[in-house]
């Protein structure tokens, strides 16, 4: 398996962010959690053993059982949760799900599988680990995140030094998931977008939230040649002359992929097999039926 993301450097960014946790570094990771407990709260049944799978934080647990509908949580994490139970959280990098089979009714995932470096094998042990009829919840950057920021430095170090690294992660297309899902066996996927824009006052702001939030790159392949001021003076001045408002102000978007997905059971819903209709649509539609050329 290729290696994209380093996870050992992951671990040391989210530990410096929850040492130095900023008032507000949060808001995107609280947004995404409210959007998650949104969704939940509208499935008619109880999950009374649940599991979230890293994160960070424990914020869409938390909000997930203010909506009534949840047992008390378990965690997988990278790192240890403030505010969770010591003995409530196991262990583990993105790449493993240590869940004994069938042993959660369900799991979610809030911002997480995008430093993933086996994005299928971690579905299928989610998948694996759901009792029958469990129900996955899942929210990811999505292909556009960081759009704006991507485009400055590349165009900064460009033309600074007539080449360019990598600096922002990449993201998949909602359409990837979606295949993803099924691959892993999930009954009834569902994948939708999330656009969600940040306004800042310069590039530097931004970086300071995701340097705060732990979402700074931790490319496998990342260049480890120190950046100089001047290639981040110059992608701040690109990064304003095309990407700011009339007021001055910058925007740097986020593209959150929501998904969800069920263990298979045989009382879910299944599409009719080819040819099994009782009926023609012809006649629903009152027309006449008409054989296609071939």
Not at 54 to 71: H, V
Not at 141 to 150: H, Q, S, V
């Amino acid at each position: 398996m290729d290696r994209l993301f380093d996870h050992t450097l992951l671990r040391q960014r989210r530990l410096r962010a929850l040492a130095g946790l900023e008032p507000g570094a949060d808001f995107l990771l609280r947004r995404v959690a409210e959007d998650m407990a949104d969704r939940l709260s509208v499935v008619e049944r109880r999950f009374e053993h649940p599991v979230q799978v890293q994160g960070g934080l424990a914020l869409a647990a938390g909000m997930m059982s203010a909506t009534g509908k949840t047992g008390e949580f378990r965690y997988v994490d990278l790192c240890a949760l403030p505010g969770a139970d010591a003995g409530s959280v196991t262990l583990a990098d993105p790449d493993h799900v240590p869940l004994a089979p069938a042993s959660a009714d369900l799991i979610v995932s809030p911002l997480a599988l995008h430093v993933t470096n086996d994005t299928p094998g971690v579905l299928v042990q989610m998948r694996r680990a759901l009792r029958p009829d469990g129900l996955m919840l899942a929210a990811t950057p999505g292909a556009g995140t960081l759009g704006e920021l991507r485009e400055s430095l590349l165009a900064a170090e460009s033309e600074l030094t007539g080449g360019a690294n990598a600096r922002v992660h990449p993201f998949a297309d909602i359409r990837d998931y979606g295949a993803l899902l099924q691959r892993a066996g999930f009954a009834l996927p569902v994948t939708d977008i999330d656009d969600i824009v940040v306004r800042y006052a310069d590039m530097f702001g931004l970086l300071r939230d995701l340097r705060a939030m732990g979402m700074t790159s931790v490319l496998a392949d990342r260049s480890r040649k120190p950046v100089s001021r001047s290639l981040f003076l110059r992608a701040a001045q690109i990064y304003a002359e095309r990407f700011s408002d009339p007021d001055g102000r910058i925007r740097a978007s986020f593209s959150i992929i929501h998904l969800s997905g069920w263990a298979p059971h045989e009382s879910q819903q299944k599409p009719l097999k080819p040819g099994s209709a009782k009926a023609r649509l012809a006649d629903a539609l009152r027309t006449p039926e008409r054989k296609l050329p071939r």
